[in-house]
């Protein structure tokens, strides 16, 4: 069996190693057990750090036709100009012209930005890092909702909203609470290898549920959903 | 005509996956550069050049290595236009506090500050990792290192990093 000091430097380099050697050595070794708690707690602190706010440049919507504040120092400033002429005309009428993402599309494109959240595991994120994720859409979620491995307050569309990765029977389910995101009526996605729905939520916004994988059919998907649903509750 | 629907419908979506990877790609140029308006400007670079050449992202999957190979060259070009003499990270810090010590997050600063002390080849595959996700492999591929090594920094990295946050590191394993 691997030795403690080998599985220490390799959780060092990637706490969330799927490695079975890893998990063989963590189940059978309880300071390693130990150890492995407190490393996840850190880079859960970690994770948290690294995503500053950035709310004057996220904010805005990214267009081709924004002014590149860069292009000052450039060497050929004509040519750049041209570019960013032809970038004004061209993408501006594209913006006017074309639809906006699907909703649907949106969640699927950020799940690609988080592959290491999709790990299944038994170890649930720290009661305190859960509730800071949580406390800003006013949302607590009780337990029968199942082991939450992973939780992270992500940009998207304009504000940070609670990513969780909840353990159940069918496998690790991604769940989005969007307070800021209205959807007329349950909508099912199949994109991109991962399935899932997004429900309305009455008075607050909507809830993305998703796996990952072909193994989980949609109607499971949506019956998981239904269960997230039940768990939360509002304080705000 | 429908040549065209399509070429509008394509580029609509490219528009989108510009916006979504956006906020990442800012937070990643930012530990990049420890300079948040360096970053802005590295970025929009950066989306200009993509936007130009996305006929030759041919696979959306593979978008966010595609992102990151152009944003690190443009940040290496701004190290061309620009002579940097400032190395002092106090300095830096400070400069930086609005962003590293956001009120709501003040049990971070710590931690952000730390981050900016790392020595940049560290940094750069922790942030690769933690911040983009990205598995050990395509670290490597986008620094042009082999899997150890890759390793061997985020081991220095995160050993590292503890030791400035005033974790207990007794259980640490020696290099």
Not at chain 1, 200 to 222: C, F, I, N, Q
Not at chain 2, 24 to 49: C, I, K
């Amino acid at each position: 069996m691997m030795d403690c000091s080998t599985y220490r430097r390799s959780m060092l380099a990637d706490p969330r190693d799927p490695d079975a050697h890893l998990s063989e050595h963590r189940e059978n070794c309880h300071e390693c057990t130990a150890y492995t708690e407190k490393l996840l707690s850190f880079e859960s602190r970690l994770d948290r750090a690294v995503r500053v706010r950035l709310p004057d440049a996220a904010a805005t919507p990214w267009r081709a036709a924004a002014a590149p504040r860069a292009a000052l120092y450039r060497r050929n400033r004509f040519a750049m100009a041209a570019s960013v002429l032809l970038a004004v005309v061209v993408a501006g009428a594209l913006w006017l012209a074309s639809p906006g993402p699907s909703l649907a599309a949106d969640v699927v494109t950020h799940m690609g930005g988080e592959p290491g959240a999709w790990l299944q595991t038994d170890v649930p994120v720290p009661g305190a890092e859960l509730q800071g994720v949580l406390q800003d859409s006013h949302v607590r979620l009780g337990a029968g909702a199942g082991v939450v491995s992973y939780a992270s307050s992500c940009a998207f569309r304009g504000h940070h909203v609670p990513h969780l990765v909840i353990q159940t029977e069918s496998g690790p389910v991604t769940v989005m609470v969007l307070v800021h995101e209205r959807v007329q009526k349950p909508v099912s996605f199949d994109e991109q290898g991962y399935r899932g729905v997004i429900v309305p939520v009455a008075g607050h916004g909507s809830l993305a549920v998703l796996t990952h994988g072909a193994s989980t059919d949609l109607k499971t998907v949506e019956l998981i959903a239904a269960q997230v649903l039940d768990s939360i509750s509002w304080s705000g | 005509m429908n040549d065209e629907v399509g070429g509008n419908q394509k580029r609509a979506r490219f528009q989108a996956l510009c916006q979504s990877l956006r906020p990442d790609l800012l937070r990643f140029a930012f530990w990049l550069s420890r300079d948040r308006a360096l970053a802005e400007d590295v970025v929009q670079e950066t989306l200009l050049r993509a936007w130009k050449a996305q006929d030759s992202l041919l696979d959306e999957a593979a978008a966010k290595p595609w992102f990151l190979t152009i944003i690190r060259r443009e940040y290496a070009r701004s190290f061309e236009r620009k002579r940097f003499v400032t190395v002092d990270v106090d300095e830096l810090v400070a400069r930086e506090e609005p962003t590293l010590a956001a009120a709501e997050e003040g049990d971070l600063a710590e931690m952000r500050a730390a981050l900016f002390k790392l020595p940049d080849e560290y940094r750069e595959p922790l942030m690769l990792q933690v911040l983009m996700g990205l598995s050990t492999a395509e670290i490597a591929r986008e620094l042009d290192l082999s899997g150890p090594a890759v390793l061997t920094r985020l081991f220095r990295a995160r050993k590292q990093l503890r030791v400035l946050c005033g974790e207990d590191t007794r259980l640490d394993p020696q290099e």
